[in-house]
């Protein structure tokens, strides 16, 4: 079945004429801006935040072209990893009508956001393996499923999915499949970007998170095609990435080799601190990880958990999900915050 961009949008996406704000309108040089109702006499700051900013981000995608040999123009950048999967929902889905498949255990956010946007989930439970079970997927695919999550590395378990089964699902699946990447800084194993001119169904997310350091920031990034770049564009808010972010984003951008040092640093502190793990007789597994964190099986997920919160540690519990019971997930710390875990731990047994 030959991909066709236009059979998943909605009809009232392709109608849609966008609000076209002030600098939308005027995107070249001039010292006078009467355009835009802002406050001329400038802001208590000291840089001039009394003006809007880019509404397209471009400086910032500029800077993630040369970091990420991607064109500047396919990227998108959202508030956060979450306005990207929001966004999708409200392009390609039909409330009420079309539907997702998820793979759990993995990010909560697919599911939620489907929820609020009224579009139908269909899981797919990941293998024992925790790789995808590309068979059941493939089965429960119908005319009005348009959307397919696959997290790689994955959360909460932290595994990479096989790239012959994402590629496989990418020359199978009829709809958009989003790669949601925002561990890959920590990975051995490739970005899916490099395929974006192979596979016009894709879309990468990654984002300024996790191994740039910028939680706070909220920047999360999409890499597609032209055609599903202009559409998303088309439906985000018009400033939706605040002047504050992307300039710090492009102070931080500047710093990939101090980036790359933390990257090494928090790889080797995973290592260290699994083997150190597996010592202590409550620990039943440490599953593989290419994350900047990874999951733990104990005997009681819920009263370890007490006993480090009680102790000024804090984890994430994910022993609801499923294939996650007694499952602990804990993200890399600092040396010194791993040695603080590891001290709790000798007093636990």
């Not at 991909?3 to 309108?25: C, G, M, Q, V």
């Not at 439970?125 to 499923?145: H, K, R, Y």
């Not at 964190?293 to 009681?300: E, R």
Request: negative net charge.
């Amino acid at each position: 079945m030959k991909f066709e961009l236009e059979n998943l949008i909605r009809d009232n996406i392709k109608k849609l004429k966008p609000y076209s704000s002030a600098r939308h309108e005027f995107t070249g040089e001039a010292s006078v801006f009467l355009d835009a109702n802002e406050n001329a006499y400038g802001s208590p700051l000291v840089d001039a935040f009394n003006r809007y900013p880019d509404p397209l981000q471009w400086q910032l995608k500029f800077q993630l072209a040369k970091i990420k040999g991607v064109p500047a123009e396919n990227i998108f950048i959202g508030n956060g990893s979450d306005e990207v999967i929001d966004l999708a929902y409200r392009i390609f889905c039909n409330p009420a009508k079309d539907n997702v498949i998820v793979c759990p255990p993995t990010y909560g956010m697919y599911e939620v956001s489907a929820n609020i946007n009224d579009v139908a989930i269909k899981k797919v439970n990941l293998l024992p393996n925790f790789q995808l079970d590309v068979e059941g997927i493939l089965n429960a695919v119908d005319e009005n499923t348009k959307l397919l999550f696959v997290c790689s590395p994955n959360n909460p378990t932290g595994n990479n999915m096989n790239r012959s089964d994402v590629e496989l699902l990418l020359n199978n699946f009829p709809g958009i499949i989003i790669i949601d990447e925002a561990y890959i800084n920590y990975s051995s194993q490739k970005s899916f970007i490099q395929e974006l001119t192979e596979y016009s169904n894709l879309i990468v997310m990654q984002t300024l998170s996790k191994a740039w350091g910028l939680a706070a920031l909220r920047l999360g990034l999409a890499y597609a095609s032209l055609d599903i770049i202009d559409v998303f564009n088309k439906v985000k808010p018009p400033y939706n990435v605040n002047k504050a972010s992307q300039m710090l984003a492009l102070d931080a951008l500047v710093n990939t080799g101090v980036v790359n040092d933390w990257i090494k640093e928090v790889v080797a502190e995973r290592e260290d601190l699994a083997k150190e793990l597996l010592n202590f007789s409550f620990v039943q597994t440490i599953y593989p990880s290419d994350a900047n964190f990874f999951l733990m099986k104990v005997d009681d997920a819920d009263k370890l958990y007490d006993y480090l919160a009680g102790n000024g540690v804090i984890v994430r519990n994910r022993s609801k999900e499923i294939m996650c019971e007694n499952c602990l997930r804990i993200t890399i710390g600092t040396p010194e915050e791993n040695k603080q875990l590891l001290n709790l731990l000798n007093k636990y047994e």
